[in-house]
């Protein structure tokens, strides 16, 4: 079913990220409690065809990809990417740190009545993930003890730490030559995400990637509509839903959103209020 999409600003006054994270996310009301009052308010005032939601989307934490023209001292362009290829990378360190972080806040943000995603939704990289595995783990009484070894973070061989997320493969990364957007084999990662929702209609071997040629921005744009469309099919029943993905088809979907532009750094994440009308 398709859909179109309303931006509803002011809720959030969005400065720097570290300042947001310190003020819950950037909130401009009195506090959670009032702004759950508002979007209730907001969903009263509802055509038939219309509903509110509310997303977190995410930014994937640092992975190995990201950090590659500081490891061999070259320029974070093209190059580096094309000599020296990592296929579907995973979160560095501070990526998993980044990660706890974010959980850190979403517990903190959560006790002073921040309501909470009731679905989840990843692209089928193993960098965004992972990342939800670490964000949202404790809420299924995981994480903690999959996240620190005397004190180091380390990697869980659950890398889903219990969080069923439904994967949408419309939201991975800007498709060209870089090896970095090439997926492992569904077969793998279900392995090492056995408590994500895969769709029955993805293939093992990745059919989309190709080391020649690039995806157009319009392109892109296309498909990160398609994956907003499976999403709000599924999230049909739920207002708070949370995203994590790729910082270019995050730009695609704002695209999509009629939401402002904001780049968002590794391990960042942005709170979006939508009405949202079935056409």
Known sequence: MPYAYEHIPGLFELTTWD????????????????FRKHIDELQRSCAEN??????????HGEAEHNILYLRYGMP?????QLR??????????AGREQATNLAHVFRRESSMGMPLPTRWYTSPMRRPGETV???WGWLYGRGENDLHAEGILRRSSDLSHGVRAEVVEEIREHLHVH???????????MKMFPAFVWPDSMPD??????????????????????GLRIIMDSARDDVYI???????????????LGVPPRRLNTGEMNVLVLRVSKV
């Open 19 to 34: 300042e947001d994270i310190n003020a819950g996310f950037g909130l401009r009301s009195s506090g959670w409690h009032e």
């Open 50 to 59: 219309e509903q509110i939601k509310v997303m977190y989307t995410a930014r």
């Open 76 to 80: 974070d362009t093209d190059e580096v």
């Open 84 to 93: 020296y290829p990592i296929i579907d990378p995973v979160l560095t360190p």
């Open 133 to 135: 595995g670490l964000t």
């Open 179 to 189: 090896h970095c957007d090439e997926r492992l084999g569904k077969s793998e990662l």
């Open 205 to 226: 071997k990745d059919t989309v990637w190709h080391p020649t040629g690039r995806e157009t921005e319009d392109e892109m744009v296309a498909r990160a509509g398609e």
């Open 242 to 256: 949370s995203m994590t993905a790729h910082s270019g088809v995050l730009r695609a979907l704002y695209k999509n």
